[in-house]
């Protein structure tokens, strides 16, 4: 802390020194045309068909058998019993998807 400035001092000069950042940033981009983005059309999912345990089966057989220590179920623990966990995890996305 510099010596012999108050806290509100101090305070003050580290709000001063941020605000003048950002105006001179704003005078910065002033030059600037607006940016608009392009308007899409995006389609409203309001209901989705249930997939099938034979679509499940070929999305999860085409993911890469990579993991994370974070992952609940490593990829290559769900390939190597898919045949027992098909029913549940497609049931589970079902689920997921109308929810």
Known sequence: MPEGESDTAIA?????HFRDKINKIRDALASFEKYTPDHKEVPCFGTF??????EVKKIINHLQTKSCELDALPTRVLKSFLNELLQFVTKLVNLSLSQ
């Not at 003050?12 to 001063?16: P, S, W």
């Open 12 to 16: 003050e000069n580290f709000a001063d």
């Open 49 to 54: 068909e249930e997939l099938t345990e034979d």
